[in-house]
């Protein structure tokens, strides 16, 4: 592995909407918490973000990760549909900090609702589930 590519520090920032229920945003917070923890060393910091009602705000988010010495951002969108948060919001905050910062590589990753993964982790969380045995 060349020395350029070990010295890239890669984070991670899952961006989910924000609400005015703080126990909304804080699972979030703890979700975030359980990736940071599943995280087989692929990014050297995990943190999240949100689009708006709670803090930090998707700039906030990014600009706490390159304090923190990131060199390199995905941001991770955490909505189901390609709404206007998704192809528009999102993408422009992210281009905001971007310009802000040329020498960090900062991407946004597909949204959640785009994973192939998401029709299995349904039927096995209701397979899971209790609801469903009844």
Request: with cysteine; charged share 25%.
């Amino acid at each position: 592995m060349s020395d350029t590519i070990q010295s890239m520090k890669k984070s991670l920032l899952l961006v989910a909407h924000g609400s005015r229920r703080e126990a909304s945003n804080d699972e979030v917070r703890d979700l975030t918490s359980r990736v940071r923890e599943a995280d087989d060393a692929r990014f050297a910091l995990i943190d999240c973000a949100f689009l708006e009602l709670a803090e930090p705000d998707i700039p906030g988010g990014i600009q706490r990760l390159i304090d923190a010495g990131a060199t390199q951002v995905t941001v991770l969108p955490y909505f189901l549909a390609a709404g206007r948060h998704v192809s528009e919001d999102i993408p422009d905050a992210v281009s905001g900090k971007q310009a802000e910062h040329p020498d960090v590589r900062i991407e946004i990753a597909p949204y959640l609702g785009t994973s192939d993964a998401i029709p299995r982790l349904l039927l096995t969380m209701l397979a899971d589930s209790t609801a469903a045995a009844s």
